[in-house]
């Protein structure tokens, strides 16, 4: 318990500083915004902004993501309970019932509760992040590299099976994901790889030039014409139409605690996270609810239990990529590589050589969160008025950010293109129904993966049993074969059920 003290205490010094201060608002601002205007996402903004870290000290870049990260919760439910179109795809739920209450006039209540469901559920979770993260850590110092290499193998796995779509084109993209991260100089053997005579590829391939061009770009050009405007009823959003019933909080407090208990589970899952974690948050209130007719038609409870979900799942995430430096997801991907080109290696050591780092983050997820609970309310209006903003004067502005931040990484006009070919690429992808994330989290991974298997080949001695010698990697490896096996036999026995049941 002093200890954990002293690391809070290492913590708080760090995140109020004044320059972490900034940034911290900075970061939560933009989530917001972010979150509010559809189209966008987490991903493109880190994306968007990740050249800005190479100028800052890691502290103050990774709070100032993890802002835009958890901020895009709390912005995401504005358009899905106004306009029905959900900022973040996490938010989508909040527009079964969150939408109908705003029909109701009772928009404000709504979007009152959804930012006092989305605090709690916050809250809860970096609890249980400052608890168990460094419990998790302190056994993954004993991991050896074949420990490692099944871990990420579970990972990549279980981030393709898991999410949505086709399980095997998610595999697709994961292998894709690899092969673009052995792209670049071999670190054993100093021979360049793939490179097909560009020496800007020597060095690899940038991360900020994927995500811009896969997130960024194709975000952009897939919405256009995409989007339509509907009107707002801004009396239901006044502060006078705020205040909830009696009935109101008796109905939410529960199902908050539920939604936070399911988010922060699902959190620590790869392929899971906040968007999994709020429609299983809504199912599971449906299923226990006295009156589930009531849901659809405005009922309290399935918008907050969604939000408080969703919310947890953005802390919770945390817990895999700073304990084991595995991310579960996408974002968690580029908040890992903004580790990296700071040269910081994640990972359990993270915890004891960059204490400062690791509970200045924590800490600021709490600070980042009463800013939120703060700003959040009174800031409804000026989120209506974005809202009214045409999106042919928004995305066209977004691609020449986009630009800007990809020049300015290296001053190269190679980096700009391609950012327009794997933008082309992420356009590509959507229309074949290929999902983008897993991609990511294959280009991240891979370098790691083929360092540590490589590693724990040399210490074997070229016996590929090493993997399985070992109690940690025997069990990760099992899982790991179990999950594929499903990923291609669940098809089939899918087509059967459809086929004896028409």
Partial sequence: ?????????????????????????????????????PGIGPLTAISMLLPLTYHFEPTTALIMLGGIWYGTAYGGSTAAILLNIPGTTSSAVACLD??????????????????????????????????????IASYALKFGSADYFALMVLGLIAASAISDGSAAKGLAMVVFGIILGTVGIDIYSGGTRFSFGFLELANGIHLVTLAMGLFGVAEVIFSVGTRA?????????????????????????????RGTGLGSFFGTLPGTGPSI???????????????????????????VAPEAANNAADQTAFIPTLALGIPGSATMALMLGALTINGIAPGPSLMTSQPALFWGLIMSFWIGNLMLLVLNIPLIGVWVRLLLVPYNLLFPAILVFICIGTYSINSSSFDVMM???????????????FPAA???????????????????????????????????????MTISGLLLLWTVVAPFLRRRRVATNP
């Fill in 1 to 37: 318990m002093n200890e954990l003290l002293a690391n809070v205490a290492i913590g708080l010094d760090t995140a109020v500083t004044p320059v972490n201060l900034i940034y911290c608002f900075v970061g939560v601002v933009v989530g917001m915004l972010v979150g509010v205007l």
């Fill in 229 to 257: 405007r509907r009107a707002i009823d801004r009396s239901s959003v006044s502060l006078r139409a705020m205040k909830p019933t009696r009935e109101d909080l008796g109905r939410s407090w529960r199902p908050i605690l």
């Fill in 98 to 135: 969150g939408y109908p209450m705003a029909q109701q006039g009772r928009g404000g209540v709504a979007l009152l509760m959804t930012t006092v469901a989305s605090f709690v559920g916050a809250s809860i979770a970096i609890v249980i992040l400052m608890a168990f993260a460094p419990v």
């Fill in 419 to 433: 950012v327009v070919v794997f933008g082309a690429l992420g356009c590509l992808m959507r229309w074949l129904a």
């Fill in 438 to 476: 897993p991609l990511l989290l294959g280009f991240v991974l891979g370098p790691l993966m083929e360092e540590h298997f490589r590693r724990a080949m040399l210490l074997s001695r070229g016996d590929f049993m090493t993997f399985f010698d070992r109690p940690i990697s025997a069990t990760v």
């Fill in 277 to 303: 974690a709020s429609f299983m948050a809504y199912a599971l209130e449906k299923r226990v609810a006295a009156e589930p007719g009531r849901f659809g038609k405005g009922a309290i409870e399935g918008v």
